[in-house]
């Protein structure tokens, strides 16, 4: 009889930690998000400032005009994290380096992984304005690249050289 009482509360203990590991884990994972979107936003707010410098001191028209389109973008886009629909970019094997994305489908939005607060807001105020190049229009990664590089050295000079830089010789 102790016996059988033993394992229903084992049971019933194991079923209630089982429980609260996943809430906590459920839990983690949206303070996480909650964190990312919150640095996406001042990273947001950080690169709208470099784009104000960068327009001053643009070398071509074309920078000027992509300056521009990317400020007014930037002014526009909603930060947030990844739908479960495309959590799998943030998630999946080749996604460590992942800081942020935007969706074709989505004209408006930049999705912020949560592991973007490993590389920080002046890492991640980079990448936005790289996403807002492909916001624009841009799909080509070297064309995007090549912008992102003159606008980056037109407000200051590049704080990171993405994994692009050296793929498309810009280096």
């Not at 509360?9 to 609260?20: D, E, I, N, R």
């Not at 949206?30 to 640095?39: F, H, P, Q, S």
């Not at 327009?55 to 000027?64: C, G, H, I, L």
Request: with cysteine; net charge negative.
């Amino acid at each position: 009889m102790v016996c059988k009482w033993t394992k229903k509360w084992a049971l019933a203990l194991f079923s209630t930690f089982f429980f609260l590991l996943t809430a906590c884990g459920e839990q983690s994972k949206a303070v996480a998000d909650i964190e990312a979107e919150a640095l996406g936003r001042e990273a947001q707010t950080l690169s709208l400032d470099w784009l104000d410098l960068a327009s001053d001191e643009a070398s071509t028209n074309e920078v000027r005009d992509a300056i521009a389109d990317v400020k007014a973008i930037l002014k526009e886009t909603s930060i947030s994290s990844p739908t479960s629909a495309n959590t799998d970019v943030c998630d999946g094997d080749k996604s460590r380096f992942t800081a942020a994305f935007v969706n074709k489908g989505n004209s408006k939005g930049i999705f912020v992984c949560s592991q973007s607060k490993r590389f920080g807001k002046i890492f991640l105020a980079q990448v936005l304005i790289h996403e807002a190049l492909h916001l624009g229009g841009i799909t080509d990664e070297c064309e995007v690249t090549r912008l992102e590089i003159e606008i980056m050295t037109s407000a200051m000079r590049i704080p990171y050289k993405n994994a692009y830089v050296s793929q498309c010789g810009l280096d």
